[in-house]
């Protein structure tokens, strides 16, 4: 979620990211079943992440024993979860993990990566697509949308490993008690309750999803309606969800459809039914270096595990820190343990 040029436009590029971002707050998220693509399959051997991604260069097969590499992610629950992941994974194959883990926006991890500060990070298709990438139309196959970034990632030499299932897209969403109120099922419905409900038509936001073209300029572009700007308000990620659930100071607040306390909270999430919201899977993504020593291995490694991370699993973890307040690595190492991932 979030547009921008290509990396490879260099400073143009990422000034556009910047402006697009408003701020260097960039949480991923968005969309739901609406976007889901459920027609092809995603995760393990399906896709063919790492005889794609060989096009490039051969994945290496040596054994992480040894290995150093550094591990990043950007700096919301869902994130930090995937990185303590990576670091306990990686750490239990043998390697010795530097921890770079909450390093900030989705900026800030794009830039480390490019700029060979860390190895690795777990990064978004959609992010990819629409903001590294420039791209208006998303694909609404997960695999296609997933190949398409993989391919165009590999010419920047980054790696992609194949993708979960989940798909942590943005979305809007209703306390259970407004939606009683009013009665508003889908994004398409909103148009005529913002005309015909103007004082109750308030929305809160974080204040990338306000600017970008896969947010609410585009979503309101999509579906042909707009919020009065008056009525919107610029709240940080965390805060949305409550005031969404108190009504205070907003009937519909942007949500990320993985996060955990959309369930906590009880909030009743707008189905898009245009399906406008791209597709967010997420995959494991590594440097050149480290992909043509450590490739295969690495790919081996990644794919069970990615592939048991589905919405319900995902919001379930992500629930346990934004809800339960516990820490990532604590909900990671459980995770992991419970599974038979890690010894």
Not at 155 to 163: C, F, K, S, V
Request: charged share 25%.
């Amino acid at each position: 979620m979030r547009h921008l040029p290509r990396i490879t436009a260099g400073a143009a590029g990422l000034a556009l990211l910047l402006t697009a971002c408003g701020a260097d707050d960039f949480d991923d998220g968005g969309g739901d079943d609406a976007a889901s693509g459920e027609a092809t399959d995603t995760g393990g051997a399906d896709t063919d992440g790492a005889d794609a991604a060989a096009e490039g260069v051969e994945p290496g097969t040596e054994s992480l024993d040894g290995a150093t590499i550094t591990v990043g992610s950007k700096d919301f629950d869902e994130q930090l979860i995937l990185g303590e992941i990576s670091k306990l994974l990686l750490e239990d194959a043998g390697a010795s993990v530097v921890d770079e883990i909450d390093l900030g926006s989705t900026f800030a991890a794009r830039e480390a990566l490019t700029g060979g500060q860390i190895d690795h990070y777990w990064e978004y298709t959609g992010t990819a697509w629409i903001e590294f990438y420039g791209e208006t139309e998303p694909i609404p196959d997960r695999v296609e949308q997933y190949e398409a970034v993989r391919d165009l990632e590999v010419g920047e030499g980054l790696y992609w490993l194949d993708p979960s299932p989940f798909n942590n897209t943005y979305g809007l969403a209703m306390s259970r008690e407004a939606h009683d109120e009013f009665g508003v099922d889908t994004l398409s419905e909103l148009g005529d309750f913002i005309e015909s409900n103007p004082d109750d038509a308030t929305l809160c936001v974080e204040s990338e999803f306000e600017a970008r073209s896969d947010g609410l300029p585009g979503m309101e572009a999509h579906y042909g309606y707009e919020f009065d700007p008056s009525n919107v308000s610029v709240l940080d990620t965390g805060v949305i969800y409550g005031a969404t659930a108190d009504r205070d100071p907003c009937t519909f607040g942007e949500i990320f459809t993985t996060d955990g306390r959309i369930a906590t909270l009880d909030l009743v999430v707008l189905e898009d039914d245009q399906a406008f919201f791209p597709l967010y899977n997420v995959s494991p993504v590594f440097v050149e270096d480290v992909y043509e020593q450590y490739g295969q291995t690495l790919a081996d490694l990644y794919a069970p595990v990615t592939e048991a991370l589905d919405d319900e699993t995902m919001a379930e973890l992500n629930a346990r820190v934004s809800s339960e307040n516990e820490r990532p690595i604590d909900v990671a190492r459980d995770w992991l343990t419970e599974n038979g991932f890690i010894g």
